[in-house]
């Protein structure tokens, strides 16, 4: 595959040497394109000698053979590595004054920015205006990491991981393995429900929708094209995903069952109420001040996986994936309720996992069981982040679809 790996002037270029090597080392072409102010922190040389070719930074270089215009025709897959605040607000607004903002403009494959600045720029509202235009337009964005900067400063604005950037960039190209999923759809869910009671109290829980917003990245990141149905969370959304926003349990049920329709798979990892007010106060409810505290009438919330599993046709599509998020009790362990629950719910897949305060939810880390409905081997995953947890989701899940 021919790969223009753009490197724009911020400290982090260095790590782009490292991409640089990755790419090369997976048997593809890459041309190297710096801005002049990406060479003062790694000149020439070092991009000529990693990548084979020569490098340029102008226009002018070679310019019987056009490059400005030949470079984004020809190539296969465009990633900006690192991407600054400056390289983002040319690209928005289409300027060129370069080879590589040129070459951004003539492209017609796959674009992948992926962004590194300090947090003030990052968070700036004209870079969060040029970044939303971006992705309007199709441009991967990826969102940086957070950790040390520059100097003393910490938080979001550092690089991903040049293995990161590369597993992502191959993957929306469609390059070799790195794509199973090309030309799935996928529906994700993620998040936890809110069930109101009056307009300031709800029932709810403590998903913060981590897990599912890993599960989605990694899905688009292998090629598929994602339906994300986000409940309440407040969590970037990953490039190249399609975000459907709702709060409760019965608008999860309606958006889920909308977009499973054409899917090939679908991830059940939001947390849905099991019960819901009966009746909503259209204000808000008051204490009575006689300490007999307040009666909440409920009722069951709807089962969205039976519901699914049983409106599928002969066909078995889509392929659905269950969550147990479970505790133990006197009743029976963790995994007992899980594989009642399974049972019940008759999905192909249950990812399982133990909550509690501190545990899972809400943690960027975890422990999973993986049961199949074939009732092949229990897996244990973990403890690992959660976007090691989501590739090996999607494994599993790939190791049944590619058998049906």
Not at 172 to 182: E, K, Q, Y
Request: aromatic content about 4%; overall charge negative.
């Amino acid at each position: 595959m021919r790969i223009v790996l753009g490197v724009s002037g911020g400290i982090a270029a260095y790590k782009a040497c490292l991409l640089l090597r990755l790419l090369k080392e997976a048997g593809h072409d890459v041309t190297v394109i710096p801005t002049a102010a990406a060479l003062h922190f790694v000149g020439a040389p070092t991009w000529a000698a990693l990548s084979g070719k020569p490098v340029a930074d102008d226009v002018w270089t070679r310019v019987e053979d056009v490059p400005h215009v030949r470079l984004g025709k020809s190539a296969d897959l465009v990633i900006v590595a690192p991407a600054t605040a400056d390289l983002l607000a040319k690209a928005a607004h289409g300027l060129a004054d370069d080879l590589l903002t040129n070459t951004l403009l003539t492209a017609r494959c796959p674009v992948v920015l992926a962004p590194a600045m300090h947090t003030e720029m990052w968070q700036h509202p004209a870079t969060v205006a040029n970044v939303a235009t971006l992705r309007e337009r199709g441009v991967h964005v990826l969102d940086p990491d957070s950790g040390r900067l520059t100097g003393v400063d910490t938080g979001p604005g550092r690089l991903p991981e040049p293995e990161h950037i590369a597993d992502f960039a191959l993957g929306v190209a469609g390059a070799d393995r790195s794509a199973p999923l090309a030309g799935r759809k996928v529906v994700v869910s993620a998040g936890g429900t809110r069930e109101p009671i009056d307009p300031v109290r709800y029932l709810g829980n403590r998903s913060s929708g981590k897990q599912g917003y890993a599960l989605a990245e990694v899905a688009a990141q292998r090629g598929a094209a994602v339906t994300l149905v986000s409940v309440n969370a407040t969590l970037p959304v990953p490039p190249a995903v399609e975000v459907v926003e709702v709060e409760t349990t019965l608008e999860l049920q309606e958006a889920v069952t909308a977009a499973a329709r054409d899917a090939d798979v679908v991830v059940m990892a939001a947390a849905p109420a099991d019960f819901r007010p009966a009746a909503y106060a259209d204000h808000k409810i008051k204490k009575s001040g006689s300490g007999t505290g307040l009666d909440l009438d409920l009722v069951e919330n709807p089962d969205i996986v039976r519901g699914l599993v049983d409106a599928r046709g002969e066909g078995r599509t889509p392929f659905i994936v269950s969550f147990a998020a479970e505790t133990g009790d006197a009743s029976g362990s963790v995994m007992e309720h899980a594989r009642a629950k399974f049972a019940r719910k008759g999905s192909d897949l249950q990812v399982v996992n133990e909550v509690g305060p501190g545990v899972t939810f809400g943690q960027d880390s975890a422990t999973i069981r993986i049961l199949r409905r074939d009732g092949g081997d229990e897996n244990v995953i973990g403890p690992a982040d959660k976007r090691t947890l989501a590739s090996a989701v999607w494994d599993a899940i790939q190791d049944q679809i590619e058998t049906v």
